[in-house]
């Protein structure tokens, strides 16, 4: 019973509104006669029902959504100066002309930051100028057969960069690199290391205590997200997703999916017992929604991925082994509602874009009811949602391409480190000449070797 109940709601949605592509939605004047998909308790179980409803659509406009938009379109150039330090190639250049998979897995930000910074026009070549020192390590591209990356040497990199700045340049030694930033998109950061429990013991490299870190990782109370991170986006191929939207047709597609996933479940290779990845939330995704006709989950990734999510309503982005994934980047620019199910998740420029907004939000305890969450959301907000999803400045945001674009997330990175300025008084007066804050043979032995 309960699936055809199930297959009348995706049937009676589909014919709604609610399923019209983002980019095709017109909204026309006057009232509209829609449904609304909720749940009802009756008996000893639960139902699917649709409800009639009435909506005026000049009543569904976001009246937050504009303070969002205006630091979306912050302009940083003139705000701040970046000294870019010239390191040896053996820390960036060289390692993806070794292996070009660097360039499009979804650590590749710490790349195109850098080649962004080279071409901005917040770049200075006077040091004694600059209100921020960028060291250009790619921590990142130790790989895999398999195209994962291998974090275990990246300490004794990052400590070998250091080292080098402290030696070669005065201005990591007047504030130990409180002035510095650093791009740090592993799992958990600065942590280097893609298990949270080894993450969490080994936590943030010592020598980048005071540094501002860039970094894909993000969640409150965490020690692996230090005070003054700035959150970002893990890179997704923006040439590729272009591609797939250009293949839409005139007017867009029906959005004839309800809920859309593809990734895995269980983690046997890295998690056996089953005990780590995700804290079990796709493992309940996949244990209760498997059949369901309103779920259209599976571990293969299609070539028509990114049309199907174009075809999608709710998009999931559960936690992994880190909180967020690049199915978040997916989502947004594909106009698909992402449903994050992350507990405590800080979201990439959780300042400048209206993820309350556009987004979803289930708790990891509540992913059983996933369902009754999802179709008891009324229409007129899945339908604000699509249509501030459908901003280009909220797509451009998420996107490194190349060359950089006003308002990308490049820009949006700068404009994190322009309202961090003035430096507080903290910055200089701690550190004297003789005297050192950071411990430098801290951390475990290995991370201790030379590089």
Same mark, same amino acid.
């Given at each position: 019973?309960?699936?055809?109940?199930?297959?009348?709601?995706?049937?009676?949605?589909?014919?709604?509104?609610l399923?019209?592509?983002?980019?095709?939605?017109?909204?026309?004047?006057? +009232?509209?006669?829609t449904?609304?998909?909720?749940?009802?308790?009756?008996?000893?179980?639960? @139902?699917?029902?649709?409800?009639?409803?009435?909506?005026?659509?000049?009543?569904?406009?976001?009246?937050?959504?504009?303070?969002?938009?205006?630091?979306?379109?912050?302009?940083?150039?003139?705000?701040?100066?970046?000294?870019?330090?010239?390191?040896?190639?053996?820390?960036?250049?060289?390692?993806?002309?070794?292996?070009?998979?660097?360039?499009?897995?979804?650590?590749?930000?710490e790349?195109?930051?850098?080649?962004?910074?080279?071409?901005?026009?917040?770049?200075?070549?006077?040091?004694?100028?600059a209100?921020?020192?960028?060291?250009?390590?790619?921590?990142?591209?130790?790989?895999?057969?398999?195209?994962?990356?291998?974090?275990?040497?990246?300490?004794?990199?990052?400590?070998?960069?250091?080292?080098?700045?402290?030696?070669?340049w005065?201005?990591?030694?007047?504030?130990e690199?409180?002035?510095?930033?650093?791009?740090?998109?592993?799992?958990f950061?600065?942590?280097?290391?893609?298990?949270?429990?080894?993450?969490?013991?080994?936590?943030?490299?010592?020598?980048?205590?005071r540094?501002?870190?860039?970094?894909?990782?993000?969640?409150?109370?965490?020690?692996?997200? +230090?005070?003054?991170?700035?959150? !970002?986006?893990?890179?997704?191929?923006?040439?590729?997703?272009?591609?797939?939207? @250009?293949?839409? $047709?005139p007017?867009?597609?029906?959005?004839?999916?309800?809920?859309?996933?593809?990734?895995?479940?269980?983690d046997?290779?890295?998690?056996?017992?089953?005990?780590?990845?995700?804290?079990?939330?796709?493992?309940?995704?996949?244990?209760?929604?498997?059949?369901?006709?309103?779920?259209?989950?599976?571990?293969?990734?299609?070539?028509?991925?990114? +049309?199907?999510?174009?075809?999608?309503?709710?998009?999931?982005?559960?936690l992994?082994?880190? $909180?967020?994934?690049?199915?978040?980047?997916?989502?947004?620019?594909?106009?698909?509602?992402?449903?994050?199910?992350?507990?405590?998740?800080?979201?990439?420029?959780?300042?400048?874009?209206?993820?309350?907004?556009?987004? !979803?939000?289930?708790?990891?305890?509540?992913?059983?009811?996933?369902?009754?969450?999802?179709?008891?959301?009324?229409?007129e907000?899945?339908?604000?949602? +699509?249509?501030?999803?459908?901003?280009?400045?909220?797509?451009?945001?998420?996107l490194?391409?190349?060359?950089?674009?006003?308002?990308?997330?490049?820009?949006?990175?700068?404009?994190g480190?322009?309202?961090?300025?003035?430096?507080?008084?903290?910055?200089?007066?701690?550190?004297?000449?003789?005297?050192?804050?950071?411990?430098?043979?801290?951390?475990?032995?290995?991370?201790?070797?030379?590089?």
């Amino acid at each position: 019973m309960r699936s055809v109940l199930a297959i009348a709601v995706v049937a009676a949605a589909a014919a709604a509104v609610l399923f019209l592509g983002s980019e095709a939605q017109e909204v026309k004047q006057g +009232q509209q006669h829609t449904h609304r998909i909720s749940e009802h308790r009756h008996g000893e179980g639960n @139902r699917l029902q649709i409800n009639k409803m009435y909506w005026d659509p000049k009543c569904i406009c976001n009246k937050n959504a504009g303070s969002a938009g205006d630091v979306l379109e912050d302009d940083p150039v003139g705000r701040l100066k970046v000294y870019v330090y010239d390191l040896p190639a053996r820390y960036n250049k060289k390692l993806p002309e070794k292996d070009p998979r660097c360039l499009t897995h979804m650590f590749a930000a710490e790349i195109f930051v850098h080649r962004s910074l080279l071409s901005s026009a917040v770049r200075t070549l006077d040091p004694e100028e600059a209100d921020w020192f960028y060291a250009p390590v790619y921590t990142t591209c130790d790989l895999t057969p398999s195209g994962h990356p291998m974090p275990f040497d990246s300490p004794r990199m990052m400590r070998g960069a250091i080292r080098l700045l402290a030696e070669r340049w005065p201005y990591w030694n007047r504030s130990e690199g409180a002035d510095h930033f650093f791009v740090t998109p592993h799992d958990f950061g600065a942590c280097f290391h893609f298990q949270e429990e080894k993450a969490v013991a080994r936590g943030v490299l010592p020598l980048l205590r005071r540094a501002t870190l860039v970094q894909t990782f993000g969640q409150r109370r965490h020690a692996c997200l +230090q005070d003054g991170s700035i959150t !970002v986006p893990p890179y997704a191929p923006p040439g590729k997703m272009e591609e797939a939207r @250009r293949l839409l $047709p005139p007017g867009g597609t029906p959005r004839s999916t309800f809920v859309y996933f593809r990734g895995l479940f269980y983690d046997a290779g890295n998690d056996p017992e089953g005990g780590y990845y995700a804290r079990g939330a796709r493992a309940s995704v996949w244990e209760n929604f498997k059949s369901n006709p309103l779920f259209d989950i599976s571990t293969e990734r299609p070539a028509t991925y990114y +049309q199907d999510m174009q075809r999608a309503v709710f998009c999931l982005c559960p936690l992994g082994w880190a $909180p967020w994934s690049p199915r978040l980047v997916e989502a947004v620019v594909f106009g698909c509602i992402p449903v994050v199910i992350a507990d405590d998740i800080v979201l990439p420029f959780a300042d400048a874009i209206p993820w309350e907004e556009i987004g !979803v939000f289930v708790a990891e305890d509540d992913v059983p009811r996933l369902d009754a969450i999802l179709t008891s959301i009324p229409v007129e907000v899945v339908l604000r949602k +699509q249509r501030l999803l459908a901003s280009p400045a909220m797509k451009r945001a998420v996107l490194f391409p190349q060359p950089a674009q006003p308002g990308d997330a490049f820009h949006q990175i700068l404009n994190g480190l322009a309202r961090k300025l003035p430096h507080g008084d903290g910055v200089f007066v701690k550190v004297k000449p003789g005297q050192t804050v950071l411990n430098w043979t801290a951390g475990p032995p290995g991370d201790l070797k030379p590089w």
